[in-house]
C-alpha cells in the first residue's frame, strides 16, 4: 500500500482553490474517513494537523488520456507504474487507452488491467478505455456492451483514427446507447505518409518529413458532422491546431454535442523547440509526438481555446517509451509521445498561470471539473460531504523538473532538467496522504 492512512486530518489554512463552486478562499479542509466535513465532528479522534499555510488546495487532477503499455511493453510502463506517476502528478483518476500490445478490444483485457491496478494498491481510480475497432483496425466495430459489462469506461482508438464515416457513425451511435464517451484521435494519414514533424519551417530546416495541420483539422471536421448528424456525443483528442479550435469552438456554438482535450506540451511547447536539437545537431525525439508540435500561432490559439472553454479539459497523452525507441534511434525513427503525468501541472502553471496568460482557477478547472465532465463522472468538489480528493500545490518557488526520478518507468519527457515555477507537493486521496513530486 502506498501512502500514509489518516482517519481524521485537518488540513489548516490552504487557498482552497473549488472550481465547481467558484470559491477562492483560505480556510481549513476537515476530513474524517476519506469525507470533507464541514465542522468539528463530535466523538471522534483527535485531528492530524497538517499546516498548510502558503498551499494551494484544488480538487485531484483528472486525465482522460494515458497509454501504460501493459499488456505489451512493461519495461516502457506498467499499470502499477504508470498509476504511481499519476499520484506523483496529483492525479486521482485516469482513463488508459487501448492501443496495448494486445490491442484492447475484449472483456479479458479490459479485466486484466483492472486487476493490475487493484493489485497495485494505487488509490488513484484506473478506468480502462476500450478499443472503437477490432486490432485498431477500423473495420468492425467491439462488442461495446461486453466490454461495459467487464469494467471499460470510454471508447478510443487513440493512437488511430477511425478513418470509415460509417464505421464512426456506428462507433458513436453505440456508445452513446451505452452511455460511453468516445474519444477520438483526429488525423488523416494519407495526407502525410512519414511525416514525422509539423510541416513548417523548422521541419523544413531540419529536413524532416511534414505533418500538415489540415490533417487534424479536416478529420474533426468530419466527426462533427457525424456528432451533428447523429446527435450522438463526441469528444475529440489532442487538440494542437488552429483551424481545429475554431471547428470545435463554432460547432460547440451551433450546439453540436462536441468537447475537446489539449496536451501541456501542445499548449507549452511549439515547433520552433525542434531546433533546440542535440549536442551533434540532430532533432531530439523528446520533442516527437502525434499530433506535432505546431506553430506558435496554433499553440496560442489552443491556448485561448483552453482560456475560453473550448478546449474542455488538459489530457497529458502521456505516452511512455523506452530509451531504444526513442533518443537512442534516432528522430525519424522513433515512436511518438512524450510521458506527461508528472509534470503536466507544474508545466502548465508556469508557462500559463505564472505568466498571466490563464488563471489559476481556469487551469485547475481545466484538470478536474472539465476533466470529469467528458469522462461523465461526477464533478469533483472540496464541499463539505463530497470525497476527500485533494491535491496540494507549492506555487512559491522554482523547482527542478528531473524525469530520472519520476515513478514512471520511462524518461522521455521534452521539459527534463527545465526549472518551472510551482509544483504538485502531495496527494490526499480519501484517508490516503500521497507525496508529490519533489517528494514531502
Ligand atoms: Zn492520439
Avoid: W
Avoid at 88 to 103: C, K, L, S
Avoid at 383 to 406: I, N, S, Y
Amino acid at each position: 500500500m502506498r501512502g500514509r492512512r489518516v482517519r481524521h486530518l485537518l488540513l489548516r489554512g490552504a487557498r482552497v482553490v473549488d472550481p465547481a463552486r467558484g470559491t477562492d478562499e483560505v480556510r481549513d479542509l476537515r476530513v474524517l474517513d476519506g469525507v470533507l466535513l464541514g465542522a468539528e465532528p463530535r466523538g471522534a479522534p483527535p485531528a492530524e494537523v497538517v499546516e498548510a499555510g502558503g498551499l494551494v488546495a484544488a480538487p485531484a487532477f483528472l486525465d482522460p488520456h494515458v497509454h501504460f503499455r501493459e499488456p505489451g511493453d512493461g519495461r516502457s510502463e506498467t499499470v502499477a507504474s504508470g498509476l504511481a506517476a499519476a499520484e506523483r502528478g496529483g492525479y486521482r483518476a485516469v482513463f488508459a487507452m487501448a492501443n496495448t500490445d494486445p490491442v484492447n478490444d475484449r472483456p479479458g483485457i479490459t479485466a486484466a488491467m483492472l486487476r493490475s491496478a487493484a493489485a497495485s494498491g494505487s488509490p488513484v481510480a484506473l478506468h480502462v478505455v476500450t478499443a472503437a475497432t477490432l486490432g485498431l483496425a477500423g473495420r468492425e466495430v467491439v462488442d461495446l456492451a461486453a466490454q461495459k459489462s467487464a469494467g471499460a469506461a470510454a471508447v478510443s482508438d487513440d493512437g488511430k483514427p477511425v478513418l470509415e464515416d460509417a464505421v464512426m457513425e456506428e462507433v458513436l451511435l453505440r456508445a452513446a446507447a451505452l452511455g460511453l464517451p468516445v474519444f477520438s484521435h483526429c488525423e488523416t494519414p494519407s495526407l502525410h505518409p512519414g511525416g514525422v514533424a509539423h510541416d513548417g519551417p523548422a521541419a523544413r530546416r531540419l529536413g524532416l518529413p511534414g505533418i500538415p495541420g489540415e490533417s487534424e483539422a479536416r478529420m474533426v471536421r468530419r466527426d462533427i458532422l457525424l456528432a451533428e448528424r447523429t446527435g450522438a456525443p463526441v469528444h475529440v483528442c489532442h487538440l494542437s491546431t488552429a483551424a481545429a479550435v475554431e471547428a470545435v469552438r463554432e460547432a460547440k456554438a451551433r450546439g453540436v454535442p462536441v468537447t475537446a482535450e489539449a496536451a501541456p506540451h501542445h499548449l507549452a511547447l511549439s515547433d520552433e523547440d525542434l531546433l533546440r536539437t542535440l549536442p551533434d545537431g540532430s532533432p531530439d525525439a523528446h520533442f516527437k509526438m502525434n499530433p506535432p508540435l505546431r506553430a506558435l500561432a496554433d499553440r496560442d490559439a489552443v491556448v485561448g481555446a483552453l482560456l475560453d472553454g473550448t478546449v474542455d479539459c488538459v489530457a497529458t497523452d502521456h505516452a511512455p517509451h523506452h530509451a531504444s525507441r526513442k533518443r537512442e534511434c534516432g528522430f525519424v525513427k522513433a515512436s511518438f509521445g512524450v510521458i506527461g503525468l508528472e509534470n503536466a501541472f507544474a508545466v502548465l502553471h508556469d508557462r500559463l498561470v505564472a505568466t498571466g496568460r490563464v488563471p489559476l482557477p481556469v487551469l485547475l478547472e481545466r484538470m478536474g471539473a472539465g476533466a470529469a465532465r467528458v469522462a461523465r463522472l461526477p464533478v469533483p468538489t472540496l464541499a463539505p460531504g463530497a470525497p476527500a480528493e485533494v491535491v496540494l500545490l507549492d506555487l512559491r518557488g522554482e523547482f527542478p523538473l528531473e524525469a530520472a526520478r519520476f515513478a514512471s518507468l520511462s524518461r522521455n519527457c521534452p521539459f527534463d532538467g527545465e526549472r518551472v515555477r510551482g509544483r504538485v507537493a502531495g496527494l490526499l486521496l480519501r484517508d490516503r496522504l500521497l507525496p508529490g513530486t519533489g517528494g514531502q
